[in-house]
């Protein structure tokens, strides 16, 4: 299904919707709705790309993808019948779920460079980004749908019934897939516990 159709077809808006009213005024010429759909929205969609990938450089490309696919859909975009939200969440996570599965030959977690020794808390900011490395790697290693679901869940925080809208499935495929993609998350990091701080518990 196109981005287009899935902005059509996503779910009933809230009674008010800002970001949707101004990505129709975008649509209908207002060039400070852009501006403001921008200061709005992409800080979100990076955060998302961020905590997905572990990786800015990465993130920023993907938060850029996102808003030119919502400057594409949003002359068919039906104010009342869809919302902007659940539709960026839905878009980021699928672009992130790509990249995850292509990148099978992720970096080594002993190449991610070291913080300049006089960073404070170097070491700790070290395994941040070691568990954040590794988090993602194991994500890529999943069914797409079981990492959108996951994700969405443990990074974003979502509630099932938000995911099931973003996902576009039911609750219950929504628990299934996330307690399905959390137990090969486990097994995945398994014997990597002590490597990356975590105790036994």
């Known amino acids: 299904m196109t981005d287009k159709l899935r902005a059509m077809d996503a779910e009933p808006s809230p009674p008010h919707d800002p970001d949707g009213a101004l990505l129709v005024a975008y649509a209908n010429g207002d060039a400070g709705a ?64 790509d990249r995850l599965r292509k990148r099978r030959r992720s970096v080594a977690i002993e190449d991610v460079p070291e913080p300049p020794d006089s960073a404070p808390s170097a070491g700790d900011r070290m395994q941040g980004e070691a568990r954040l490395h590794a988090l993602s790697e194991a994500l890529g290693q999943l069914p797409e749908r079981q990492a959108q679901a996951v994700a969405l869940r443990h990074l974003e925080g979502l509630s099932n019934p938000e995911i099931a809208m973003v996902m576009e499935v039911g609750v219950e495929a929504v628990e299934s897939l996330t307690a399905r993609g959390k137990r090969a998350l486990a097994a995945l990091l398994k014997g990597r516990k002590a490597e990356l701080g975590y105790g036994d518990d």
């Open 34 to 97: 852009a501006r403001e759909l921008v200061a709005r929205l992409a800080p979100r969609v990076l955060g998302q790309a961020m905590r997905m990938l572990g990786d800015r450089a990465e993130a920023e490309d993907v938060t850029q993808e996102v808003l030119l696919r919502l400057w594409r859909v949003a002359p068919d975009w039906r104010q009342g019948e869809a919302r902007v939200g659940t539709w960026l969440f839905r878009v980021t996570a699928n672009l992130c779920t």
